[in-house]
């Protein structure tokens, strides 16, 4: 069970939590202590289990979560990567987190407290996620005052260290767990690499456009050139001479032309990808936004519905789909002959909408009408006995009712019978069977 969480960060010396209580200097000093980028930190408090999951940008920037239960968890692995899927999903939103240009995740807020609705969102997903695994969790041993409170033992996870850093979980007060070679996401990836290669065009638009500029200072010059050259060769060479150095530089100049020319088609090519790298971001942004009002149109839904239920639950709060009976050493679902009969069990199959103690009342019908106790004081009014079962909210059980009878094999006699199951003058469920001679 899942009691509480916290998200956190660490920047350039400066410490945030939410929610702040006494927890604050235990995380804290995680982060001043953290020093690898992925790494698990786990504290020991009583009967309470701090699980607290550190990503570490730089030397001054580290965030993350922690998980507060009463559970040692038994994949370690499973519950990391799942903790840092949650900061990625939290960056991808844009809301808490974000990626930079180098694709790697920085705080989006200045205080967490602004965005209190969205975190209790991510509180809540994280509840229901790592609640859904009971398997992966185990009941807390007795606390192991043979090893010290401050003792600290650390590992770098793998899948030969698993038993060890388990047992560990069980005895030590603060357990250290480095996470290695850690893949980033593929969306950080993805933005890291568009960046770079948006940077080296930028870089090759940029040097293009000098050597543009570079050749149309030159083909002034060339003019220049020309026309001085026409002064010159006005008393110096004859026209023939002339005109031949005349088209010569023309030649030269044409070919500049289309090198400037062939450069800007260069430069044309580069610009339309830039365009499309742009585009493929902004379809990306737009996919994630999709997703995010796909998922708050779900989560309005799920309310919605967990309203109706909870209404539904004031007028029925126990549904039971079926019912089998055994009597004796027999099995569930068995014929039942009159010479083997003792007590008689009904085991129900249910659905409830709510939690805790439910009271069962049971009648028993026989051939002659209800069966009730002769002992003063045993059977309710009205009702066979009561049963009360511990039922949780929204999940299907297999509830095994108290039996009916007598010790002796042939209590019951042959003939029809009928089982009711009642809550609060309510009838749940209504059942006939034949006890056979």
């Not at 350039?12 to 702040?20: I, K, M």
């Not at 999903?89 to 965005?115: M, P």
């Not at 500049?256 to 430069?267: A, E, M, Q």
């Amino acid at each position: 069970m899942i009691l509480k969480n916290y998200i956190f960060s660490y920047v350039s010396g400066n410490y945030q939590q939410y929610t702040s209580d006494h927890s604050e200097a235990f995380i804290k000093q995680c982060c001043i202590d953290c020093k690898d980028t992925h790494q698990i930190a786990i504290h020991r408090d009583g009967n309470l289990m701090y699980y607290t999951y550190l990503y570490k940008k730089n030397a001054s920037s580290i965030y993350g979560f922690c998980v507060v239960c009463g559970e040692v968890c038994l994949n370690l692995k499973w519950l990391f990567e799942y903790l840092q899927k949650t900061l990625e999903i939290s960056a991808n939103k844009g809301v808490l987190f974000s990626y930079d240009k180098q694709g790697q995740i920085r705080k989006n807020v200045v205080n967490f407290a602004t965005e209190a609705a969205e975190i209790d969102n991510v509180f809540r997903d994280i509840k229901d996620d790592l609640e859904r695994h009971p398997l992966y969790w185990e009941q807390l041993p007795p606390e192991d005052f043979s090893v010290p409170l401050t003792s600290k033992i650390s590992f770098a996870f793998n899948d030969d260290e698993k038993a060890k850093i388990t047992e560990a979980l069980r005895h030590y007060h603060n357990v250290i767990v480095t996470m290695e070679n850690t893949s980033p996401s593929s969306f950080s990836q993805t933005i890291l690499r568009l960046n770079t290669e948006k940077e080296q065009l930028v870089v090759q638009k940029n040097g293009l456009e000098s050597e543009i500029e570079s050749l149309k200072r030159q083909k002034k010059q060339y003019k220049w050139v020309i026309i001085l050259s026409l002064l010159v060769a006005v008393g110096l060479i004859a026209i023939v001479s002339f005109n031949q150095n005349v088209n010569e530089l023309r030649s030269v100049l044409r070919s500049r032309d289309v090198s400037i020319d062939s450069l800007n088609v260069v430069i044309g090519n580069k610009n339309q990808a830039i365009t499309t790298q742009e585009e493929i971001i902004n379809r990306k942004d737009r996919e994630l936004r999709t997703i995010k009002t796909e998922k708050e149109g779900i989560q309005t839904e799920l309310a919605e519905a967990k309203s109706v239920l909870d209404n539904v639950a004031q007028q029925i709060p126990v549904y039971i789909s079926s019912m089998v009976l055994k009597t004796g050493d027999g099995d569930y679902g068995d014929t039942i002959y009159s010479k083997n009969t003792t007590y008689i069990y009904p085991r129900i199959e249910v659905y409830s909408l709510v939690e805790g103690n439910v009271d069962f009342y049971i009648k028993f019908f026989t051939p002659n009408g209800l069966s009730t106790s002769s002992t003063p004081g045993t059977s309710p009014s009205g009702y066979s006995y009561k049963d009360e079962e511990t039922l949780s909210k929204y999940k299907k059980q297999t509830v095994y009712l108290s039996g009916w009878g007598g010790k002796s094999k042939g209590h019951w006699r042959n003939g029809s019978y009928r089982i009711e199951v009642w809550h609060k003058g309510k009838l749940l469920y209504e059942k006939k069977f034949t006890i056979y001679q």
